[in-house]
């Protein structure tokens, strides 16, 4: 495992379709980089692949020394982040973030549904009936 590989990616962004850059996400505040320049990006990255790759919980570099020299102290098992802790708040937070964003969903699906609905008895009415 590399270490530092994340600052490979530094400077270069995801872009859709039309090459329009995509705006990264932002981290909770309670996640706070280690490391040489370490920026918002290279630990979003240091996460997104800690959970791509491993199937251990990630809890941050737990030895306070990582942050003094990090190539010498560091756990190469755990993004290069600061020991953190996810609370039951936190928890229930994202549990009713995600529920506004199910139920926005149904809306648009259901007024989808009955756009495409009137669409039909609108063309049948226009078209006469079927034989």
Known sequence: ?????????????????????????????????????????????????????????????????AEKNPAVWLNTC???????VVTDEDIRKQEEKVQEVRKKLEEALLADLISKSSENSKDSLENGPEF
């Open 78 to 84: 755990q993004p290069l982040c600061r020991a953190f």
């Open 1 to 65: 495992f590399q270490l530092f590989w994340e600052k490979r990616l530094q400077g270069l962004s995801a872009s859709d379709v039309s090459e329009h850059s995509i705006k990264s996400m932002e981290l909770p505040k309670g996640l706070q980089g280690v490391g040489p320049g370490s920026t918002a990006e290279t630990l979003l990255w240091a996460v997104a692949s800690a959970l791509h790759a491993g199937n251990a919980p990630i809890t941050g570099q737990l030895s306070a020394a």
